[in-house]
């Protein structure tokens, strides 16, 4: 293949036409594709990762979140906030006390698939 300043290049404009044809048909439109990107952005996040974990077994209080991953509930509420903007929990109140728990068995299944997908190594 040649090279053009150190990197190779195809000599071909479009070699294989119809394979590109079908592909760009069903490619998401750009706004599609830019909220995907922000969605998997909320997963770049070490503590959201944790809470998700964590509301993958029971849903639970602020307070309780706080204790199982040992930080503030300020910091906990924060994490809430963007995991609710993201619509990957939702929130239920009783009384005082607002429970939070996964949105839907979506997120429960891109969990599990990252995690097998990493156990795979």
Do not use: W
């Not at 119809?18 to 594709?33: F, N």
């Not at 979140?65 to 109140?93: E, F």
Request: net charge negative; proline share 2%; charged share 25%.
């Amino acid at each position: 293949m040649p090279e053009q300043n150190g990197v190779e290049v195809c000599e071909f404009l479009c070699a294989h036409e119809s394979v590109v044809a079908e592909v760009r048909a069903h490619m998401p439109d750009e706004d599609t594709l830019f909220e995907l990107a922000e969605f998997y952005k909320v997963f770049g996040d070490s503590t959201r990762i944790r809470i998700l974990t964590v509301l993958c077994r029971h849903e639970m209080c602020v307070c309780d979140l706080a204790t199982i991953l040992s930080m503030n509930q300020s910091a906990i509420s924060h994490q809430l906030r963007i995991l609710k903007q993201a619509r990957l929990i939702t929130a239920r109140r009783e009384g005082k006390q607002v429970f939070y728990s996964l949105a839907d068995d979506h997120v429960h299944h891109l969990l599990d698939t990252a995690i097998e997908h990493l156990a795979e190594r």
